[in-house]
């Protein structure tokens, strides 16, 4: 069974950082692109970074500059360096899979991805 378990999240004051991991369970990671998403409350889905199979990365205007994506395939796990955290980037967090072409026309589509985590709570107030 194909599985995501993603971990990090929490409570962090403006300014602080936090790095969220995604580990995979069932599947190899390096033969798909990797995306995460946030969900605030009220708002729909937003796409905030991808990782494609071949190490390609995309980022949303709104993180740019403070969040980075990576992967560790021998680890079978993406991560999300996330750094400078404002209140608006409060939401659940979500990083989803996609095996076909994943560009930076589409990264953003929560439509196309394939598998999802369960999604972590991520807190940004003083």
């Known amino acids: 069974q194909l599985q995501f378990v993603e971990s990090g999240g929490g409570l962090v004051q403006p300014g602080g950082s936090l790095r969220f991991s995604c580990a995979a369970s069932?599947?190899?990671?390096?033969?798909?692109?990797i995306g995460w998403f946030r969900q605030a409350p009220w708002k729909e889905r937003e796409g905030v970074s991808c990782i494609t199979s071949d190490g390609r990365t995309y980022y949303a205007d709104s993180i740019k500059g403070r969040f980075t994506i990576s992967r560790d395939n021998a680890k079978n796990t993406v991560y999300l360096q996330m750094n400078s955290l404002k209140p608006e980037d409060t939401a659940v967090y979500y990083c989803a899979s996609r095996i076909a072409g994943i560009w930076s026309y589409n990264f953003r589509n929560a439509g196309l991805y394939d598998y999802w985590g369960q999604g972590t709570q991520v807190t940004v107030s003083s």
């Open positions: 069932g599947f190899t990671l390096d033969s798909y692109g």
